[in-house]
């Protein structure tokens, strides 16, 4: 077990101490969304579920969605979509939720629920949400955004890499100072 134990160190103080450093990555299928509502848009991330890649196969939608209990608005839908409910117990602002098989509904406050629902997937960030939907009912577009993936770098190395972003349909990722493109390898 010692031996073991320092054969992983000594791989790994190798690793953080060479030149050149590999980089592997873990790719996680997510799929960003854009909420679109009057003026404003927020970025959503749909569940990694038969679910979530149900709805993004529907998008691009506008939907005319009704408000309910100063909390939430919902739009029946054509179509159903697979589901898996469960009770959240408390429902987030921002959740995007399917009631039933077809009822879709885009939550903008927080509360507790007995209720069952299938997670969508969920707005990253809720803030003005609320606003942007006002207090009656409301034309909402969900369209797919330009970012489809989540990368998730293992560096074999204590630190973690600094930056990632979309450049010409293309993610990046900058560590120590160099590029890399989503097969790990080097951009000059």
């Known amino acids: 077990m010692k031996r073991i134990l320092f054969f992983l160190v ?6 953080a101490s060479s030149s050149k450093t590999l980089v592997a990555y873990n ?3 997510t799929m960003q969304i ?4 009057g003026t404003k848009t927020f970025t959503a991330t749909l569940a990694d579920s038969e679910t979530g890649r149900a709805f993004a196969q529907l998008l691009p ?10 909390n939430e608005k919902y739009h029946y839908l054509d179509s159903s979509l697979p589901t898996d409910s469960y009770q959240p ?3 987030h602002a921002g959740d995007l939720m399917l009631y ?3 009822c879709l509904v885009l939550f903008y406050e927080t509360f507790s629920s007995s209720y069952s629902y299938t997670r969508i997937g969920s707005i990253d960030d809720p803030t003005g949400l609320a606003a942007a939907l006002g207090s009656g009912n409301v034309s909402v577009r969900f369209e797919k ?3 489809t993936e989540n990368l998730t770098p293992t560096v074999p190395s204590a630190q973690a890499p600094s930056t990632k972003f979309l450049e010409n349909g293309q993610v990046y990722l900058k560590y120590k100072g160099t590029m890399y493109n989503v097969q790990g390898q080097e951009i000059k």
């Open 10 to 15: 000594a791989v790994c103080l190798s690793a």
């Open 27 to 29: 790719t996680e299928n």
């Open 34 to 37: 854009n909420v679109i509502v």
């Open 61 to 70: 939608l506008t939907l005319s969605m009704t408000e309910l209990n100063g």
């Open 89 to 91: 117990g408390t429902i």
């Open 100 to 102: 039933g098989n077809n």
């Open 145 to 147: 955004s330009a970012t």
